[in-house]
């Protein structure tokens, strides 16, 4: 069983940028695949990246491409998103989640509590 606790959202002007981070505790952390969702008001949770065990298969939507970058220090057992050229459509909770294996699905097993990120002047 996995626990997952996000952290380094708040608020911050257009353009700025925030990193996220998503400290999982628990037995072989290291063997999840991470994935990071976001929830805006009134929208469906939608995936944003998802970074294998080895770090060796890493995804995003297309939204965030070029702007985010997702990596994992798997001694620390936190998984990072660094967002830069943050925009007004960024604002959203955002969710770390875990599945056992080297891929993400919509229906990951274990989900963080979500930190809030708000973009805005």
């Known amino acids: 069983q996995l626990q997952l606790v996000e952290s380094g959202g708040g608020l911050v002007q257009p353009g700025g940028s925030l990193r996220l981070s998503c400290a999982a505790s628990?037995?072989?952390?290291?063997?999840?695949?991470i994935g990071w969702f976001r929830q805006a008001p009134g929208k469906e949770r939608e995936g944003v990246s998802c970074?294998?065990?080895?770090?060796?298969?890493?995804n995003y939507t297309d939204s965030v491409k070029g702007r985010f970058t997702v990596s994992r220090d798997n001694a620390k057992n936190t998984v990072y998103l660094q967002m830069n050229g943050l925009e007004p459509e960024d604002t959203a909770v955002y969710y770390c989640?875990?599945?056992?294996?080297?891929?993400?699905?919509?229906?990951?097993?274990?989900w963080g509590q979500g930190t809030q990120v708000t973009v805005s002047s």
């Open positions: 628990g037995n072989n952390a290291d063997y999840y695949a």
């Open positions: 989640a875990a599945r056992f294996g080297a891929y993400c699905r919509a229906e990951m097993t274990y």
């Open positions: 970074i294998s065990p080895g770090s060796t298969r890493i």
